[in-house]
Nanobody, 127 residues
Framework: QVQLVESGGGLVQAGASLRLSCAAS????????MGWFRQAPGKEREFVAG????????GYADSVKGRFTISRDIIKNMAYLQMNRLKPEDTAIYYC????????????????????WGKGTLVTVSS
């Protein structure tokens, strides 16, 4: 199993940018797709962005498309989420996820059944 640790969250004003990082360790020699999810107070965990095992395929929730960018560094076992033009509705705990897969088209979009989760990092956007 892969262990994940997120970092980079914080308190920012609307319109600002943040970059979240996710460090993977453990069974990183197996190909794995990665994703970012978020959970706001009183709401279910939702998909934000995903990237396949080699970084060749990405996908985004409609609410963040054009503002957020997911990337990964396979050599360093890192994943990133660049968040621009942040809005108060982006306030949530952001979680990194990893799923074993060598599919060129797969990345996790459903929060159920995912192999590994990080503990999350809090992003707060003030208006």
């Amino acid at each position: 199993q892969v262990q994940l640790v997120e970092s980079g969250g914080g308190l920012v004003q609307a319109g600002a940018s943040l970059r979240l990082s996710c460090a993977a360790s453990g069974r990183t020699f197996s190909p794995y797709a990665m994703g970012w999810f978020r959970q706001a107070p009183g709401k279910e965990r939702e998909f934000v962005a995903g990237i396949n095992w080699n970084g060749g395929s990405t996908g985004y929730a409609d609410s963040v498309k054009g503002r957020f960018t997911i990337s990964r560094d396979i050599i360093k076992n890192m994943a990133y989420l660049q968040m621009n033009r942040l809005k108060p509705e982006d306030t949530a705990i952001y979680y990194c996820a990893a799923d074993r897969s060598r599919s060129n088209s797969y990345y996790p979009t459903n929060s159920h059944g995912i192999d590994s989760w990080g503990k999350g990092t809090l992003v707060t956007v003030s208006s």
